[in-house]
């Protein structure tokens, strides 16, 4: 499996920003996928997740700012970033997984990461 994020870049406070994650080499409509955030000197910590139905969740500091979705035509899943904080500032990732009992649990296929800078 093959992922590739990209969509990041610097933006203000406040501002929008969409990732797209690319992915290949498996059956895209059976699997759920994840977005994952790591600030420097932290650990990576998932932001959102989408199952293969379009079932959500998300970390409790991104709800209702953010929103993940997927578009199967395209192999392609999406995280729309809306007034983004300087916190958010992190390098992003994707990854395919599974969810069990409403779960998700990654696995060791992730995109390069994309680095979304906010400043204030």
């Known amino acids: 499996v093959q992922l590739q994020a990209s969509g990041g870049g610097l933006v203000q406070a406040g501002g929008s920003l969409r990732l797209s994650c690319a992915a290949s080499?498996?059956?895209?409509?059976?699997?759920?996928f994840g977005w994952y955030r790591q600030a420097p000197g932290k650990q990576r910590e998932q932001v959102a997740v989408?199952?293969?139905?379009?079932?959500?969740n998300y970390a409790d500091s991104v709800k209702g700012r953010f929103t993940i979705s997927r578009d199967n035509a395209k192999n392609t899943v999406y995280l729309q970033m809306s007034s983004l904080k300087p916190e958010d500032t992190a390098v992003y990732y994707c990854?395919?997984?599974?969810?069990?009992?409403?779960?998700?649990?990654?696995?060791?296929?992730w995109g390069q990461g994309t680095l979304v800078t906010v400043s204030s």
């Open positions: 080499g498996s059956t895209f409509s059976n699997n759920a």
């Open positions: 990854n395919v997984g599974i969810i069990v009992n409403g779960n998700y649990y990654p696995s060791h296929y």
């Open positions: 989408i199952s293969s139905g379009g079932s959500t």
